[in-house]
């Protein structure tokens, strides 16, 4: 039988916490109640979702009341954009900030609002990928109405100095929303630290279940529905709760709460023995701040050396990793993070993520390493 593969793509998705999965395993069965009846079901599933609200705000240090349940980080960041953009297209303002290195997420739903009247400036970032708060500061117009700007990315795990931005807009009055669904589960975040007014997340990436995103809007903000209906998610997002999804999406939460410390250190130690290994290679480069990225994300490319060969080449050695770069109808796309931190077009395209995880073991980033070690010996 063929060895089972080793994972090691989990800024793509995380899998499921065995905690996680027990947690949920009743409200797939025997307590399906609808958390909006009156009876002793719904009563029971209300509770294990309010219990899962308190869980989650705790992850980002905000109170239940500003947790709103979605169905994904997408969800939440059109939610956000399209929301706070109605309101303060309202007021006159039709002007957005955002950067040239967002998620698909955030970047198409400022192209859509790009067709409806918004301009939108998409701030340059450094070589390593970092925003300037300066840059920010000088893209701000009379008619702003909004920054969005991610809190960590997802292909070179690069971290933006969101407080330092909050600090900024907050003198302006300019709402902040910041696409987190990187950094949740993985850094250590407060909204009132941050200076954010609206933060998007998604349980599939730290071990939670995938089908469940959140949004937090902060306490004041008035903004529009997303959906029409039913009272759920106090008017909010109308439609019988996911209750099984909510309660794995606490349980994630708290899990991390309470690891994410240890695994940090354990992670950026296992990424730097691998970073270290790699450097020997002839023709390496490593994209991404070297010291303030996600622990468990490294994005490189070798000379000579194509994506897609080393990502077949490191699968066939029994290697799940993905490319830095999108791949539609047969193209390969350079990455617009790496285009944007100043990689020509070759260079982009030869990069590819390793992302490490909760279960990844030192052994299985020895045999990576010594994989691409060897591959890279056959080019050179
Ligand atoms: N934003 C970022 C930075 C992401 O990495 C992702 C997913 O990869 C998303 C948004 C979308 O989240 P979801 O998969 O929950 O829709």
Request: net charge neutral.
């Amino acid at each position: 039988m063929s060895r089972v593969p080793v994972y090691l793509d989990h800024a793509a998705t995380t899998p499921l916490d065995a905690r996680v999965l027990d947690v949920m395993l009743p409200y797939l069965t025997a307590v399906y109640g609808n958390p909006s009846s009156q009876h002793a079901f719904g009563q029971e599933a209300r509770r294990a979702v309010l219990r899962a609200r308190t869980q989650t705000a705790a992850l980002i240090g905000a109170s239940p009341e500003e947790i709103y349940f979605t169905s994904s980080g997408t969800e939440s960041d059109n939610w956000a954009l399209r929301s706070i953009a109605a309101v303060r297209r309202a007021a006159g303002c039709r002007h957005i900030v955002t950067t040239a290195i967002e998620h698909a997420a955030v970047r198409e739903t400022c192209r859509m609002l790009e067709g409806r009247g918004f301009s939108v400036t998409y701030l340059p970032v450094d070589g390593a990928g970092r925003v300037a708060p300066s840059a920010v500061a000088a893209a701000l117009r009379t008619d702003t109405a909004l920054v969005s700007i991610m809190t960590a990315n997802n292909e070179v795990g690069t971290i933006q100095p969101i407080a330092e931005i909050g600090a900024l807009l907050r003198t302006r009055g300019i709402p902040l929303h910041t696409d987190a669904v990187q950094a949740a589960g993985h850094i250590p975040l407060d909204v009132d630290m941050l200076g954010v007014d609206a933060l998007s997340f998604s349980a599939h990436k730290f071990y939670g279940p995938k089908g469940i995103g959140v949004l937090y809007i902060r306490r004041g903000m008035r903004l529009p529905p997303l959906l029409y209906g039913g009272a759920q998610e106090r008017d909010m997002r109308a439609g019988t709760e996911n209750t099984a999804g909510i309660v794995g999406c606490g349980c994630a939460a708290e899990c991390a709460v309470a690891e994410m410390r240890a695994e940090e250190v354990r992670l950026r130690a296992d990424t730097e023995l691998l970073r270290a290994r790699l450097g020997t290679i002839d023709g390496i480069a490593f994209h991404g701040d070297p010291q303030t990225r996600l622990a468990g994300i490294l994005n490189f490319g070798i000379k000579g050396m194509a994506q897609d060969t080393l990502l077949i080449r490191l699968d066939l050695a029994g290697f799940a990793v993905s490319a830095g770069s999108a791949c539609s109808a047969g193209a390969v796309h350079p990455s617009h993070v790496l285009r944007a931190m100043g990689c020509t077009d070759e260079e982009a395209q030869r990069a590819i993520r390793v992302s490490l995880g909760r279960q990844t073991k030192r052994s299985d980033v020895d045999a990576f390493a010594d994989a691409v070690l060897q591959i890279a010996s056959e080019v050179h």
